[in-house]
């Protein structure tokens, strides 16, 4: 079994930066990729990124690509997700999650943290 807490959310004016932790506690960290997601105000949940058991492996939504980077510290257990040049649209809550393989689909992840807001002011 896996918990999650992810940290870090806040307000940021648009072009900003912002670093979103999650923190794992559970033996089997160190087996699962992680991924991060987010939900908007009246919009479904969508991938955002994710990373496989050691790191050597990223994907990343289109949306955020080259301005998000995903990493993980298995010795500290955590991961991140170091968000730069942040626009209005990543407004969301923003989850992380484990799952047995890196995957964009949110059903394959077995396990969530509670979210952390994000709101950038345009």
């Known amino acids: 079994q896996v918990q999650l807490v992810e940290s870090g959310g806040g307000l940021v004016q648009a072009g900003g930066s912002l670093r979103l932790s999650c923190a794992a506690s559970?033996?089997?960290?160190?087996?699962?990729?992680m991924g991060w997601f987010r939900q908007a105000p009246g919009k479904e949940r969508e991938f955002v990124a994710a990373?496989?058991?050691?790191?050597?492996?990223?994907d990343y939504a289109d949306s955020v690509k080259g301005r998000f980077t995903i990493s993980r510290d298995n010795a500290k257990k955590m991961v991140h997700l170091q968000m730069n040049s942040l626009k209005p649209e990543d407004t969301a809550v923003y989850y992380c999650?484990?799952?047995?393989?890196?995957?964009?689909?949110?059903?394959?992840?077995?396990?969530w943290g509670q979210g952390t807001q994000v709101t950038v002011s345009s």
């Open positions: 990373i496989n058991w050691n790191g050597g492996s990223t």
């Open positions: 999650a484990a799952s047995r393989t890196i995957t964009t689909a949110d059903y394959a992840y077995d396990y």
């Open positions: 559970g033996r089997t960290f160190n087996y699962y990729a």
